[in-house]
Structures are given as structure tokens and as C-alpha cells.
């Protein structure tokens, strides 16, 4: 049995509780379901106007864990708004800080459950969505989890405007080919399907961004594969 190091493990939940109180005092971040409020949410339909000051079009990150891909999104492509959304916060705090060291005015962080998007964003609000690495659910038990299955579909298609784009980046095959037959049945326009990235060639900017997983990944000859698709008219 490995020997526990004393106040290793208090040093650690320390840590997290120090960046959970720090998410509250930058001003990109927001966490409505952690505020006792029966005040509707007030950006709802409205982020562009009244948080970045502009009418430039939203793209949200799911499951955005420490936020690189949102940063580096928004630092390739100031004339956009990026939000990144997850439901843990100590990871998030690691984008917060860098967007606020990088005075990315165009920059937010959403704390909530990705389930409840609706309550936040309206329809046709948002411009496109990328989900980058996120757990695949590989039990057969866990399929409703994953943030590809219609559940979910339903959902972005609901606050996307009728030109969006969902966007899967992923080191599992089994989610990437899951997300693949499950677009098909739905109908969706494929924009774009890459298996393999890296062996491709030449990539967008976008694309060539890396993550702190995805570099764990490729260290471990992992290949990565990607895929976009509009809904149905």
C-alpha cells in the first residue's frame, strides 16, 4: 500500500477550495447555480450585448475542463465571443486566470451542468459549439452520458441558429464513430470528418490547438479524430 504523505491530501482539497473562491472574483466567470436567487438568468438571449459589449457571434465550449481550447480560440479569433462551460470549477479557475492575464475581453466561463443550457442561452443564440475530449462513456450503461446522443442533440440544436456548427475533437475512436452514426440518423450535414488529424497534413489554426489532454494523448501515440456537422433545416 502506498504511504499517504501527511497533509498531502488536505494540501490538495486546500488548493481547490482557495480556487473555487477565487472563480467568484474575476469578472468573466459566472456560476447561477451556485447563487440562491429566484431572479430569472439575466444575460439569457442577451450575452453578446450585455457582456462583451458587441453583436459578434458566440461559441460555447462544453466540458471545457481547464479552458485551453476556449482561450486559445478566443486570442486566434478576437472578432468572436467564446464561452466555456463546465460544472467544475477548480479547472475552470486555470482559464479564467490566463483569459484575465491575456485581457481576453472577449472571454467568458460558465459554471452550470451542461444539461441545463436552455436556462441560459436562447434560441438561435449561439454560432457554434466545439466539445473537445470529452469523456467518451465507453459502458454501454454510460451511452446517455455522452454529450454527442440525442439528448444532448436536442439541446444544442435548440439554442444553435440555423447555420451552426457542432464541433467533436476526441482520442476515442468508439465516441467518434458513435457521433458519426448518430448524425447520419439525424439528418445532419456533415461539414467536415477527419480520422486521424495529425496524418492529414496541414491544418486549421483551430485545429492545431492543443490541450493539456490532448498532448497526454499524443505522448501515448494515441490518434486523434475530428468531426463537424450542421442540424437540419
Same mark, same amino acid.
Given at each position: 500500500?502506498?504511504?499517504?504523505?501527511?497533509?498531502?491530501?488536505?494540501?490538495?482539497?486546500?488548493?481547490?477550495?482557495?480556487?473555487?473562491?477565487?472563480?467568484?472574483?474575476?469578472?468573466?466567470?459566472?456560476?447561477?447555480?451556485?447563487?440562491?436567487?429566484?431572479?430569472?438568468?439575466?444575460?439569457?438571449?442577451?450575452?453578446?450585448?450585455?457582456?462583451?459589449?458587441?453583436?459578434?457571434?458566440?461559441?460555447?465550449?462544453?466540458?471545457?475542463?481547464?479552458?485551453?481550447?476556449?482561450?486559445?480560440?478566443?486570442?486566434?479569433?478576437?472578432?468572436?465571443?467564446?464561452?466555456?462551460?463546465?460544472?467544475?470549477?477548480?479547472?475552470?479557475?486555470?482559464?479564467?486566470?490566463?483569459? *484575465?492575464?491575456? %485581457?481576453?475581453?472577449?472571454?467568458?466561463? +460558465?459554471?452550470? &451542468?451542461?444539461?441545463? $443550457?436552455?436556462? /441560459?442561452?436562447? !434560441?438561435?443564440?449561439?454560432?457554434?459549439?466545439?466539445?473537445?475530449?470529452?469523456?467518451?462513456?465507453?459502458?454501454?450503461?454510460?451511452?446517455?452520458?455522452?454529450?454527442?446522443?440525442?439528448?444532448?442533440?436536442?439541446?444544442?440544436? *435548440?439554442?444553435? %441558429?440555423?447555420?451552426?456548427?457542432?464541433? +467533436?475533437?476526441? &482520442?476515442?475512436?468508439? $465516441?467518434?464513430? /458513435?457521433?458519426? !452514426?448518430?448524425?447520419?440518423?439525424?439528418?445532419?450535414?456533415?461539414?467536415?470528418?477527419?480520422?486521424?488529424?495529425?496524418?492529414?497534413?496541414?491544418?486549421?489554426?483551430?485545429?492545431?490547438?492543443?490541450?493539456?489532454?490532448?498532448?497526454?494523448?499524443?505522448?501515448?501515440?494515441?490518434?486523434?479524430?475530428?468531426?463537424?456537422?450542421?442540424?437540419? $433545416?
Amino acid at each position: 500500500m502506498q504511504a499517504i504523505i501527511p497533509g498531502s491530501v488536505g494540501l490538495s482539497n486546500k488548493k481547490k477550495r482557495i480556487r473555487y473562491t477565487d472563480l467568484g472574483k474575476y469578472r468573466n466567470v459566472f456560476e447561477p447555480d451556485f447563487v440562491s436567487s429566484s431572479d430569472p438568468f439575466s444575460l439569457k438571449g442577451c450575452w453578446a450585448e450585455r457582456l462583451f459589449g458587441n453583436t459578434n457571434p458566440i461559441i460555447l465550449e462544453l466540458a471545457c475542463g481547464k479552458g485551453d481550447y476556449t482561450v486559445q480560440l478566443a486570442a486566434l479569433n478576437p472578432e468572436q465571443n467564446f464561452i466555456g462551460i463546465d460544472i467544475k470549477g477548480d479547472r475552470m479557475w486555470h482559464g479564467a486566470s490566463q483569459a *484575465e492575464k491575456m %485581457n481576453l475581453i472577449n472571454t467568458a466561463f +460558465l459554471r452550470i &451542468d451542461i444539461v441545463r $443550457l436552455k436556462n /441560459y442561452f436562447a !434560441e438561435d443564440e449561439i454560432e457554434e459549439i466545439w466539445i473537445t475530449f470529452p469523456d467518451p462513456q465507453h459502458k454501454s450503461k454510460q451511452l446517455k452520458k455522452r454529450l454527442t446522443n440525442p439528448y444532448y442533440l436536442n439541446i444544442y440544436q *435548440e439554442i444553435l %441558429n440555423s447555420a451552426g456548427i457542432v464541433h +467533436l475533437k476526441t &482520442d476515442s475512436e468508439g $465516441l467518434f464513430e /458513435y457521433t458519426l !452514426e448518430t448524425v447520419h440518423d439525424r439528418g445532419c450535414k456533415m461539414v467536415e470528418e477527419i480520422k486521424d488529424i495529425y496524418a492529414k497534413g496541414e491544418l486549421s489554426e483551430e485545429l492545431k490547438i492543443k490541450t493539456y489532454y490532448e498532448n497526454k494523448y499524443l505522448e501515448e501515440n494515441r490518434p486523434i479524430h475530428y468531426l463537424s456537422f450542421q442540424f437540419p $433545416l
